[in-house]
């Protein structure tokens, strides 16, 4: 089964922007720069709260140990698209950045480790995207103490933007299985790894920590439902 879910922290942002620029007609450039801080300020409170909220089932489950370790990896983190490879805020194409995870783990006895996950993604479509969709490409995989990898899934993550310029998308992962050697070996032997699929030129702009915002026009978020993969 599968839906797309785009978090309902837009619905309360949306309106936001109009409400805000009645409020501070011509005051200048400050007062501007004020009532934007303001709307990322609450746009951030809200999403936070949903996302808070959002807990995947398997964490409650009573384990024979603890369970792998869940993470992002750095490189990979962010999506960030370039033209003519010019690494400037008027030339990003479409965006991205995975902001959260929140998973769970169950196990017993000599039973292998299921895991699953919800990723919470940013996505945005900046001055130089084509087009108002994007099916974005990222994989987990599972390592190893030797962070030696066991296995590795690539997933699709198609995206509308309308007429938005930034939305949250929130992609379910269940029946991630990790088979056990022993009853003793724990899920502390194991990493689960998700990144986004980057070119060499991403992975350095990762690795050197330049940052731009997701989206790099106004700031409208959408809302909508939600993807689960099985």
């Known amino acids: 089964m599968r839906r797309l879910l785009l978090l309902a922290a837009a619905a309360v942002a949306v309106a936001a922007p109009f409400a805000a620029h009645a409020q501070y007609p011509g005051s200048g450039r400050q007062a501007d720069d004020q009532r934007k801080q303001q709307e990322e300020d609450a746009k951030k409170k809200k999403r936070d709260k949903d996302w808070g909220d959002r807990q995947a089932a398997l964490p409650q489950l009573r384990n024979a140990g603890p369970c792998p370790f869940v993470k992002t990896l750095y490189d990979a983190g962010r999506y960030v698209e370039f033209k003519d490879n010019k690494e400037a805020s008027a030339d990003v194409g479409f965006s991205g950045e995975i902001q959260g995870i929140s998973s769970g783990c169950a196990y017993k006895d000599d039973e292998p480790i299921k895991v699953e996950m919800d990723i919470l993604f940013e996505l945005g479509k900046g001055p130089q995207a084509q087009g108002s969709s994007k099916t974005y490409h990222y994989w987990v995989a599972v390592t190893d103490r030797n962070r030696d990898v066991i296995a590795r899934q690539n997933f699709d993550l198609p995206v509308n933007f309308g007429d938005k310029d930034r939305v949250y998308v929130t992609d379910s992962i269940a029946n991630i299985v990790i ?27 990762n690795r050197l920590g330049k940052r731009f915002r997701v989206n790099a026009g106004t700031t409208t978020v959408a809302s909508g439902g939600a993807t689960t993969r099985r």
């Open 179 to 205: 088979p056990r050697g022993a009853a003793t070996t724990s899920g502390a032997n194991f990493e689960v790894l998700i990144g986004f699929d980057v070119t060499p030129q991403m992975a350095d702009f």
